[in-house]
């Protein structure tokens, strides 16, 4: 089974500077990995995603994320948020364990970026 | 192009009335569908999802069921509602994605009040 730990509930940090928002998983075969972000009252989109090649993944609104294998990874960053940016994020995985590929959510990260 | 259309935006509804929540999706056939409820601080739920009309998989016991009349229309519904039902409902759908893995899309959510 897989499971994903978004080991921040919250996250505050002043505007222009770096962000670091973590995400650890578990799970016992190869496995797909996504950041959705989610602006107050609305549904969840899709930042980036890790499907396969290139550890390193960019996103929309200038976020990248690493895949981690060895510490089972993913965490998200930017080097410099802006007050839009203020929302919740989650990690979610996905493998074929469960004979589909459903995404497991994490509990989600509240940035909230201070001017 | 694809969209999902969910409604209503926000529900006010008194303990033991009944609920009735739909979920459309244009532009696609026979896709994944998906409900999920978002409680406060606790990530986000699968509570159905079905891959065909009158398909439906539960992942959770509760007070909730779900239909799939149509290809692309989705129900949520519950006889008599309780406290507990309170949340953030939302409403997705998928499709494969080339590279592996599902693409997930969501609707705008609706906001569940149980008085």
């Known amino acids: 089974a897989q499971s994903v730990t978004q080991l921040d509930s919250q996250v505050p940090v002043f505007e222009e500077a770096p962000v670091e928002l973590r995400c650890n998983y578990s799970?016992?075969?190869?496995?797909?990995l996504f950041w959705y972000v989610q602006y107050p009252n609305q549904g969840l989109q899709l930042l980036l995603k890790?499907?396969?090649?290139?550890?390193l993944v960019k996103g929309i609104n200038g976020f990248e994320a690493e895949f981690n294998k060895s510490q089972t990874s993913f965490h998200l960053r930017k080097p410099s948020v802006h007050i839009s940016d203020t929302a919740e994020y989650f990690c979610?995985?996905?493998?074929?364990?469960?004979?589909?590929?459903?995404?497991?959510f994490g509990r989600g990260t509240s940035l909230i970026v201070h001017p | 192009s694809q969209t999902i259309h969910q409604w209503p935006a926000t529900l006010v509804q008194p303990v033991g009335s009944p609920l009735s929540l739909e979920c459309t999706v244009e532009?696609?056939?026979?896709?994944?569908l998906y409900w999920y409820r978002q409680a406060a601080g606790r990530g986000l739920q699968l509570l159905f999802y079905?891959?065909?009309?009158?398909?439906i998989s539960s992942e959770v016991p509760q007070n909730l069921s779900a239909s799939r009349p149509q290809d692309r229309q989705f129900i949520l519904s519950s006889k008599k509602l309780l406290l507990s039902d309170s949340g953030f409902y939302l409403c997705?759908?998928?499709?494969?994605?080339?590279?592996?893995?599902?693409?997930?899309?969501f609707g705008s959510g609706t906001q569940l009040s149980v008085l």
């Open positions: 997705a759908w998928s499709t494969p994605d080339s590279q592996g893995g599902e693409k997930l899309f």
């Open positions: 799970s016992s075969v190869s496995v797909y």
């Open positions: 890790y499907l396969s090649g290139s550890t």
């Open positions: 979610a995985v996905s493998d074929s364990s469960g004979g589909s590929y459903i995404p497991t």
């Open positions: 532009g696609t056939s026979n896709p994944n």
């Open positions: 079905s891959v065909g009309i009158g398909q």
